[in-house]
Nanobody, 121 residues
Framework: QVQLVESGGGLVQSGGSLRLSCVVS????????MGWYRQALGKQRESVAT???????NYADSVKERFTISRDNDKNTVDLQMNSLKPEDTAVYYC???????????????WGQGTQVTVSS
């Protein structure tokens, strides 16, 4: 059974920093794309940052130059360093991993349970 567990959320003042971490565990053959989404109260879930591989990253325009995504393929982890946080960054942040549990099985997206990030003004 695959599990994604996030950590690192919390309350921070505007302009502050937080680092989110997500570890993927369980029976895994390979992990493709990893990343982070967020969902603010009353809004749809949106992509924040994705990392198909270690050299390629994609960011939402709203977080470019402030957030940095990274992954460790040996540890099956994906992190999100968030700097210069703004009140509009307040949301529940979810990590995801697109992975295969067996060599010839299709790949699926798996999600963490979410971690709350609150930025006060």
């Amino acid at each position: 059974q695959v599990q994604l567990v996030e950590s690192g959320g919390g309350l921070v003042q505007s302009g502050g920093s937080l680092r989110l971490s997500c570890v993927v565990s369980g029976s895994i053959f390979s992990i493709n794309r990893m990343g982070w989404y967020r969902q603010a109260l009353g809004k749809q879930r949106e992509s924040v940052a994705t990392i198909p591989s270690g050299d390629i990253t994609n960011y939402a325009d709203s977080v470019k130059e402030r957030f940095t995504i990274s992954r460790d393929n040996d540890k099956n982890t994906v992190d999100l360093q968030m700097n210069s946080l703004k009140p509009e960054d307040t949301a529940v942040y979810y990590c995801f991993a697109n992975l295969r549990v067996r060599q010839w099985s299709p790949s699926y997206n798996y999600w963490g349970q979410g971690t709350q990030v609150t930025v006060s003004s």
